[in-house]
């Protein structure tokens, strides 16, 4: 089945612990983004990638980090959280935008609460 | 700017039709989306548009204007299901995503 997955779900976690949340996706996109989403803004670009180990800003990116060593894989790393980044975030991928195929995946979401 | 704007929510009744709005500003233009997303779930693709038209694809049509910078989400023969969140995402000349906040549907029997 293809699909968009993330892990943890959810996670409550506290001011300054380093975490990771990992996204996987099994339809060999070259194309992978994180967002996230807060009540009344929508959603809002992180970080985004157009393939292996090319990785650029997307409209939010201070206070994360992203990695994309595999083609496969897009984990979201918070190296030092603070509650401003409570949301809820979204993995997604896509074929290349701009080449016909461009509609987005997204995996299921991850609360994320800091406290 | 890159403004998407769309209304914060709309009702209807189940069996009607709804038409959901949505405005864009921006320079460049790359096409036209509309996501659906129930609450606590992900987005799921609805339609693209690119150029000016009606798509249609069974209950949902999608309508685009380039020059007026205008595209609305038609939704025909509501059903309960269809109670959920829609949301309006322009893709711009660097062919990124600029999304609106989403219209809340709320369908009564």
């Known amino acids: 089945e293809a699909q968009v997955t993330q892990n943890p779900r959810y996670l409550i976690t506290v001011t300054g612990k380093k975490l990771t949340v990992t996204c996987s996706q099994n339809m060999n996109h070259e194309y992978m983004s994180w967002y996230r989403q807060d009540p009344g803004l929508g959603l809002r670009q992180i970080y985004y990638?157009?393939?292996?180990?090319?990785?650029d800003k997307g409209d939010v990116p201070e206070g994360y980090k992203v990695s994309r060593k595999e083609k496969r894989n897009f984990p979201l790393i918070l190296e030092s959280p603070s509650p401003n980044q409570t949301s809820l975030y979204f993995c997604a991928s896509s074929y290349p935008p701009g080449q016909g195929a461009d509609t987005q995946y997204f995996g299921p979401g991850t609360r994320l609460t800091v406290l | 700017g890159q403004n998407i704007d769309q209304p914060t929510e709309m009702t209807a009744t189940e069996g009607a039709i709804v038409q959901i709005n949505c405005t864009y500003q921006?320079?460049?233009?790359?096409?036209l989306f509309w996501y659906q997303q129930h609450a606590g779930e992900a987005p799921t693709f609805l339609s693209y548009n690119v150029l000016d038209g009606l798509e249609e694809k069974g209950r949902f049509s999608s309508f685009l204007s380039r020059s007026k910078g205008y595209s609305y989400l038609l939704l025909k023969e509501l059903q309960m299901k269809d109670s959920a969140s829609y949301l309006c995402?322009?893709?711009?000349?660097?062919?990124?995503?600029?999304w609106g906040a989403g219209t809340k549907l709320i369908i009564k029997p």
């Open positions: 995402a322009e893709m711009d000349s660097n062919y990124q995503l600029i």
């Open positions: 990638s157009m393939n292996v180990e090319v990785t």
């Open positions: 921006t320079s460049g233009f790359n096409g």
